[in-house]
């Protein structure tokens, strides 16, 4: 457990000090990277929540975060330090690959009874996994009555929420080929997806720094533009638990900014762009 400094005696008007503080929380709760020059916007964001909580100073808020009951403040914390900006269909290289290489194989094992899983991780609002949901679909019509899960994860739980009601603006709509529309029904002011798309994806909230819910192995992990965020042991961590989480010859999905790094490295192989391969060869 981290020692909290007693700052009871601290002067109200050190914001740098307590910003300081309140990142190193954030830190250590979701292994995000908050260097110095993040602190005015870290500063910015809180600002509106102090007066939203009616709280007169940023040693208050610490205070409220580090108290017996800031568990629920502190998942509110994150929700606003992180950015959760997502598309359907996003680096849609990977899509296509997954539709010409991973998945025909994968689909016969299914249709043989063999149960699949994928894991969106960090997947913010759903657009993520409900795209590979679309992409399987399009192969086999009747994945619903196959054993197959794609497992929806987000630090934040609005996100998990909203990725949960499948329900999206009408603008969201151009990220789907059309092919794909069919499954988007409209409703209020935009469009939800299908039962059998939703049937696929099953959403859960879920720090990935903390011990995982999800059930390994999974023959697909998208983690696409969250390791960014993090510091970078705390992303060589996360690799080398992916790793561990996939099948023999399951895929690693990296995001376009993110890097491979630490000694899971030597066990995935570079597919493509952004895209490993856990071992020698095809789906195991
Ligand atoms: C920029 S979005 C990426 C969404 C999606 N993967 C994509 O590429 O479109 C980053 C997401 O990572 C989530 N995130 C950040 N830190 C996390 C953590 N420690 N555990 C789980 N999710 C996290 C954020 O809440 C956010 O929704």
């Known amino acids: ?82 950015t959760h900006v997502s598309h359907f269909f996003r680096e849609p290289h990977h899509f296509q690959m997954m539709r010409d290489r991973l998945l025909p194989p994968l689909i016969a094992e299914a249709q043989a009874g063999r149960k699949l899983r994928f894991w969106s991780a960090g997947g913010a609002a759903g657009q993520e996994a409900y795209s590979l949901a679309l992409t399987l679909l399009d192969l086999v019509p009747n994945a619903a009555l196959l054993n197959i899960e794609i497992l929806a994860t987000d630090l934040d739980a609005a996100q998990t929420a909203r990725a949960a009601r499948a329900h999206y603006p009408t603008a969201a709509l151009a990220e789907i080929p059309p092919p794909f529309r069919q499954h988007c029904l409209p409703s209020s002011g935009g469009f939800t997806l299908s039962d059998s798309v939703r049937g696929l994806v099953r959403c859960r909230t879920q720090n990935l720094h903390a011990d995982w819910q999800a059930e390994p192995p999974f023959h697909a992990i998208l983690c696409r533009n969250v390791l960014i965020y993090f510091e970078p042991k705390a992303r060589e961590r996360l690799i080398s638990r992916f790793a561990g989480a996939l099948t023999n010859g399951g895929w690693l999905l ?21 895209v490993y391969c856990k071992g020698d060869g095809g789906p195991g």
């Open 1 to 82: 457990m981290t020692l909290r400094a007693d700052i009871s005696g601290m002067p109200v008007d050190r914001t740098p000090f307590y910003i300081a503080a309140i990142s190193r929380r954030v830190e250590e709760e979701a292994g995000l990277l908050l260097p110095p020059s993040r602190y005015p916007m870290i500063e910015a964001r809180l600002k509106r929540r102090l007066a939203r909580l009616d709280l007169g100073s940023y040693r208050d808020y610490l205070r409220l975060i580090d108290g017996p009951d800031g568990a629920t403040e502190r998942a509110t914390l994150l929700g606003l330090l992180t």
């Open 254 to 274: 990296l995001g376009h900014a993110d890097r491979m790094t630490g000694p899971a490295a030597a066990h995935l192989n570079a597919l493509g762009q952004t």
